[in-house]
């Protein structure tokens, strides 16, 4: 009778470790995950995971930016413009002319390290006047890589803009990347590398959605 009653004790004691092992488990675990949540860093969009066979070229267009050239190469197709504030105010005919053949443009803003108020500010400002050339809103925004400290990125997406910047590499680009067309030779290996891989050439904004 004894030994039966040690064994149920040692049964019940076994439980007991096991349920508290168990336990602790679990709290190591929702402890991690939340450590994790908390330190995860927000950052701007570089990729997109899908399993569409999709890409997105990307152009930033400054003051001496041959635009004409990039258009004829892009006439099959679809890129992203990110448009300097100087190309802006001198070549607005121009930058209508890259939403008339199907493109799709973005802010390229390199005045961001202030405020928020006054980086709101600023971006609408220049928002409102693409409007008023194009005819359509843009929510996509570039900044300088050296720009991108966390608290500019937050600042970015707190105000309702995108912040776009493009994967590292973009010579071994795959479907779901953003790539930076950095001039027009790498335009043309890009786009014939896009057809080779059987990658559609999309404008940031369908890529997203």
């Not at 399993?51 to 990307?58: G, K, W």
């Not at 050339?133 to 937050?154: F, H, M, P, Y």
Request: with cysteine; glycine share 4%.
């Amino acid at each position: 009778m004894r030994s039966i009653i040690i064994r149920k004790n040692s049964i019940f004691t076994v439980l007991y470790i096991i349920i508290a092992l168990t336990v602790a488990v679990l709290i190591g675990i929702a402890v991690i995950a939340f450590c994790r949540s908390d330190t995860t860093k927000t950052m701007a969009i570089t990729s997109v995971g899908t399993e569409n066979s999709q890409v997105a070229l990307t152009v930033n267009v400054y003051e001496y930016t041959d635009v004409g050239a990039y258009l004829e190469l892009f006439r099959k197709a679809k890129a992203t413009f990110f448009i300097s504030e100087d190309f802006q105010e001198t070549c607005p005919e121009k930058v209508k002319l890259i939403v008339e053949m199907g493109h799709s443009i973005g802010i390229l803003e390199n005045d961001v390290n202030i405020s928020k108020n006054e980086l709101y500010d600023r971006l609408a400002i220049r928002i409102e006047r693409m409007a008023r050339i194009t005819g359509k809103n843009t929510d996509l925004i570039r900044v300088d890589e050296d720009d991108c400290e966390e608290s500019v990125i937050k600042n970015i997406y707190s105000i309702g803009l995108i912040p776009v910047q493009w994967s590292e590499d973009d010579e071994d680009f795959s479907h779901g990347d953003i790539v930076l067309i950095k001039d027009i030779r790498t335009a043309e290996e890009a786009i014939k590398k896009s057809a080779a891989d059987g990658l559609e050439a999309v404008t940031v904004d369908e890529l997203i959605s």
